[in-house]
């Protein structure tokens, strides 16, 4: 299977309503940044009674933007992929505002503070990304959105929708979070991929709530589903849902070989693994690399492929070694 191939997304105005199919628009909040693309994808699906997808960051064009296209309609629903601060947070205003409800799997679950290290000196940048310096912290992905919860926290599979045309159901695909859900659009076999799958870019994938093995097993799930396209909350739709997906998954697959390769070969924490697999990767983003390969090994490890040197926890600035 060949590497993933992405797309891009270049002729789309921000603050604009975009009908994209029959049944769904877009609105694109201006907050573009190495997470999240040209920004946050908001969808509308259907008319006059609407569904709302990811309604987005705390951004007040944002929020004016969603409000015009909204002029005249009424929101059933609000449907959350994940409490990351560039998808959940305008959900509360458009719940007062619309007396919408919200639906998601639930409410991102609070940090584990053994599996996360104080800030060591290797948590800040010696360069910033151009180049000039200034020691500012490496953020490994937008912040996540501790507050929101549900009105109503709905199951795998799940109709939340029906009636007037547009039929939605919820999808989890846990792995980027533990709370991650896609959504389905029945009439347009259509999945809202949220970042479980981005047309752009590889997701983030960190411990401690982020989990290797989850989300390998809900890609191989979301490939054999048989949807017709996949729309992202970042970067352009996908019409080749089965192929792409899947070499997602081989992607992954090759560079969990490779890390174990490496811990084979000697390297035993995640900060010397990246040093070898990423050279090609601009230092600035070492950091994300080390969350992702700290993914990799966490599950190697519960694989029983790899054991972390102590019988320690597996964190991130753990050593590791061949089992």
Known sequence: MAAPEFHTLDEFEYGTVEQVTPLIRRVIAN???????????????????????????????????????????????ILVTHCHADHSPLAAWMRDEYDAPTFAFGPHPPPDPAMVPPPG???????????????????????????????????????VVSGTGVTMRAIHTPGHTSNHMCWTLDEESTLFSGDHVMGWSTTVVSPPDGDMAAYIESLRKVAGRGDAVLWPTHGPCRDDARTYVSALVDHRLAREAAVLDQVRA???TAREIVEVLYTDVRPELHKP??????GHLTKLVDDGSVAVDGDGLAVI?????AV
């Not at 600035?317 to 070694?321: G, I, K, L, N």
């Open 121 to 159: 000196p290797d948590e800040t940048d010696e360069t910033d990304e151009t180049g000039a310096g200034g020691g500012e912290p490496v953020r490994i992905e937008e912040a996540t959105d501790l507050d929101f919860v549900p009105d109503h926290a709905v199951a795998d599979g799940e109709v």
């Open 317 to 321: 600035d753990a050593r590791y070694r």
């Open 31 to 77: 907050n573009p940044s190495k997470f999240t693309y040209h920004g946050t994808g908001t969808y509308l699906v259907g008319h006059g009674d609407v569904v709302v997808i990811d309604p987005g960051p705390k951004l007040d064009s944002h929020r004016d933007a969603l409000a015009a296209a909204l002029t005249g309609e009424r929101v059933r629903a």
């Open 289 to 294: 690399a080390r969350h992702s390969v700290w």
């Open 266 to 268: 000697g390297m035993a």
